[in-house]
């Protein structure tokens, strides 16, 4: 199984994170030691402790009805509308939006995502410039609670994690109203069809149209 070249990491202030790891779901066990370790660090840098554990860089917009939860660190330029819930543990970008309704927890969000209406994000990781639609989800727990493992045709890589929800490539575009199950991989610059539920690991450059019909860009 082939993820190089999912993710730029030079696109998120965690890069460092990713340096030692061979897969992108290795991190998720060490977002909250992470966020603490680099936010006791990012005062020099003209970011804000706005609570114990929250940091927030230049120029950002965090409505009064929105509600952070520490450990979090909140990149320049990002927009948190009202109504997200950001539950803990998560690592959020420059120029993202996080809109409405929109839930994440212990989870990497690389710079310039939006996530502007209904959306859940836990244990995932979402690479530079994706986009997930309305309603959209990462759905991070099996129905029968046993260890994720990601497929990808015949092969099987087992995770070690029972909790684990999607990792986005950059420029993924996910479509309104899809579940991405655990485990779910999208390649860069694909495309998800609205209403999908998606499971397994969609090549880089792909339209998924429904299960079994993935077809390459053109």
């Known amino acids: 199984m082939n993820l190089k070249g999912i993710l730029d990491i030079n696109k998120t202030i965690s890069k460092d994170l990713f340096k030692e790891t061979n897969y992108p779901w290795e991190v998720l066990p060490y977002i909250k030691d992470y966020i603490i370790t680099l936010g006791n660090n990012l005062a020099k840098d003209n970011y804000t402790e706005i609570e114990d554990h929250i940091w927030v860089g230049s120029n950002v917009e965090i409505d009064k009805l929105s509600t952070i939860i520490a450990p979090c660190i909140i990149d320049d330029n990002t927009i948190i509308r009202p109504g997200a819930y950001i539950r803990g543990n998560a690592i959020i970008g420059k120029n993202c939006v996080i809109g409405n309704s929109t839930e994440i927890k212990n989870s990497i969000i690389f710079d310039n995502c939006q996530l502007p209406h209904y959306n859940y994000v836990g244990d995932s990781v979402l690479g530079f410039k994706s986009h997930m639609g309305a309603g959209s989800i990462t759905s991070n727990v099996k129905s029968d609670k046993t260890l994720v493992v990601i497929k990808s045709g015949e092969e099987k890589i087992e995770t070690g994690l ?11 575009e996910v479509g309104c109203g899809s579940i991405l199950n655990p485990g779910s991989i999208i390649g860069a610059n694909s495309n998800v069809y609205p209403l999908s539920s998606v499971r397994g690991v969609i090549p880089a450059g792909s339209i998924y149209k429904k299960q079994g019909e993935v077809v390459s860009k053109h």
Do not use: T
């Open 162 to 172: 029972k909790k684990m929800g999607a990792i986005l490539g950059d420029c993924v």
